[in-house]
């Protein structure tokens, strides 16, 4: 039995046509909603931290990578021992280093910036209907456990005269899923990031996904699925949209 949960995007604080981000998202109708100084919300905080961590620079180089190689290691040698292995009998003489380096691949995704991968695959073109790609592999780590998360993505969006090369999508999806994540936060950040690059008039995003958390340890439970989506814009507003959205990722 799969066990559902699902997120929903808040806008921001600022201004919003069809409920998309235009540097601010804008409420209907124009103008700014009435809110006292320092009331922001918990749904805004969250918002305004996705935004920025989508503009910010990437915080892992090659060279940090070959810097904090050894280091790494002896934490994975430390861990050995900890857990009642013998670090310098055969068969584990190398696993340091062989999971350091794994660890490292498997966090790619601070090495990498979203904006280094859209420069030159948007494209104007005068085409409105919703364009899905789904069934994209996703491969993450729990920042709870350290542990695999794997499943599918699927992505739509309806654009407004520009589209994305339909790699990309799934490049967005990798460099965002190779980090220490939350899948909640994963489905927000590649929602936003799609707004953010092509002021499409709606975003829809679900991730269906396997937590190892969930499965190896605490309640064991080896069918079970995490579903979580976000939706914006007219995805969010019309149901008619969103059902069109949803009915097409099942099919």
């Known amino acids: 039995m799969e066990h559902t949960q699902y997120t929903k995007e808040e806008p921001d604080s600022g201004d919003v046509t069809n409920g998309h981000f235009d540097g601010m998202v804008k409420r209907p109708g124009g103008g700014r909603a009435a809110q006292a100084p320092g009331a922001e919300s918990g749904a805004q905080r969250a918002q305004s931290s996705v935004m920025e961590n989508w503009r910010g620079e990437r915080t892992r180089s090659v060279e940090d990578n070959e810097m904090s190689l050894p280091s790494l290691a002896a934490a994975y040698t430390t861990i050995l021992r900890g857990l ?8 584990l003489l190398k696993t340091p280093w062989r999971a350091a380096t794994a660890m490292q691949f498997f966090t790619k995704g601070y090495q990498e910036k979203i904006i280094d991968v859209l420069n030159d695959a948007i494209f104007d073109e005068d085409h409105d209907e919703m364009v899905i790609v789904k069934d994209i592999d996703m491969f993450s780590m729990c920042e709870h456990h350290l542990v695999p998360i794997f499943g599918k993505v699927h992505i739509g969006y309806l654009p407004n005269k ?3 090369g339909l790699s990309k999508l799934a490049r967005i999806v990798e460099i965002y899923s190779r980090r220490l994540q939350v899948q909640e936060r994963l489905t927000k950040q590649i929602a936003v990031a799609i707004t953010e690059a092509l002021q499409p008039t709606g975003v829809g995003v679900v991730i269906e996904a396997t937590h190892m958390c969930m499965v190896m340890r605490g309640v064991q439970k080896m069918n079970s699925k995490t579903i979580t989506s976000t939706m914006l814009g007219v995805f969010r507003e019309d149901p008619k949209t969103r059902d069109e959205f949803l009915t097409l990722i099942r099919s």
């Open 162 to 164: 520009r589209v994305l």
């Open 84 to 91: 009642g292995e013998d670090p310098q009998r055969q068969g």
